[in-house]
């Protein structure tokens, strides 16, 4: 029987230097070489995200819904939440518990990606 043992997102982004800032500074990401000037592995515990240098692409913040790439789930939301906001995150739903059992929040990155994070109640 085969089985997924994680996931790696890949996302275009305009500016590689500065979406590799912004995922270390702002979210916490570790910004990982691969031997590539057009390509970074940001990564976060669990999560790896392959970000690739397309300055000419479509800015994720005008795909509308469609810019939506992730649904991390975060253990200490509250920390990590609150972490988040102080570096400067763009929050576009704050932090609220929902009636289908998570805390959760959304951010949007500096590329324009949007993010949501949640843990179960």
Request: aromatic share 12%; glycine share 10%; charged share 25%.
């Amino acid at each position: 029987m085969s089985e997924i043992t994680s996931t790696m997102f890949v996302i275009a982004v305009n500016d590689l230097a500065a979406s590799a800032d912004y995922y270390r500074d702002v979210l916490g990401f570790t910004v990982r070489e691969i031997g590539d000037d057009g390509w970074r592995i940001f990564q976060k515990d669990g999560c790896e995200i392959m970000a690739g240098h397309c300055a000419d692409a479509i800015p994720p913040k005008e795909l509308g819904d469609h810019s939506y790439f992730a649904y991390l789930r975060v253990d200490g939301i509250d920390d990590y939440y609150a972490q988040v906001v102080a570096n400067g995150g763009r929050i576009l739903k704050k932090l609220r518990d929902e009636p289908w059992g998570m805390r959760e929040f959304a951010l949007q990155t500096i590329d324009g990606h949007r993010v949501m994070f949640g843990m179960a109640i």
